[in-house]
């Protein structure tokens, strides 16, 4: 008797943990569907969609080129020899290479400060309270910012067109399909953004806070 009934729990179990695996799938890969779900919590036993605390922002597009080329300036000093194979390159240009990206990165600053300041001033003027003053803050933070990530997106299309100038047909060809391949691994690799969490008033509250208020 108590075998059965040990029998019968451990099939109600099974058969619970499976309709849960079931209900979990989505897509034939076996992946979450991230967004879909991402809705599910935010509208989660609320009436209104609940604002997320957004820890890290991933990078924005306009970082991109200049990361795949930073990393690629890395490669060139810790792996040199595989590096030189893979963009079929000689040791000439890939000096010229290296120099280029290391000019580029101690050229190019993240303008943080400044992006604090107009976040700042635009608390300071303003005669909004609560929530809408944090939020024209926060706002007055992502335009310096988008400012300037647009002059860093910039930029690095002429960096690139200095390193594509030293290269061959070869060698221009592999780079171009080093460029794109890590494109679209820095896109989906998690990496971070730079600069204050300024998201959205739940995220950005605490940096607006702890910038700008005085008192």
Known sequence: MRKTVIQSVLLLCISTLAFAQDELQAGVDGSLDARSRLEEIRYLDNEQPREL?????????EEIDRAVLNRL??????RPEETKME???????????FITIS???SFINNSEMANVRAMCNAWNNSELDGD?????????YNRRAQFTRDFIARYYRIVLM?????LNGPSLVRFTSYMEDRRRRMATSGATSW???????TSGREAVDFHCRRN
Not at 195 to 201: D, I, L, P, R, S
Request: hydrophobic share 50%.
């Open 87 to 97: 963009l079929a390159i000689n040791n000439n240009q890939m000096q010229d290479i």
């Open 195 to 201: 600069g204050t969490v300024a998201e959205n008033v």
């Open 103 to 105: 000019n580029a990165r």
């Open 132 to 140: 809408p003053r944090y939020q024209a803050a926060l706002d007055a």
């Open 73 to 78: 300036m890395q490669d060139i000093a810790n």
């Open 162 to 166: 200095d390193v594509e100038a030293v």
């Open 53 to 61: 605390n957004v820890l890290v922002p991933t990078i924005a597009p």
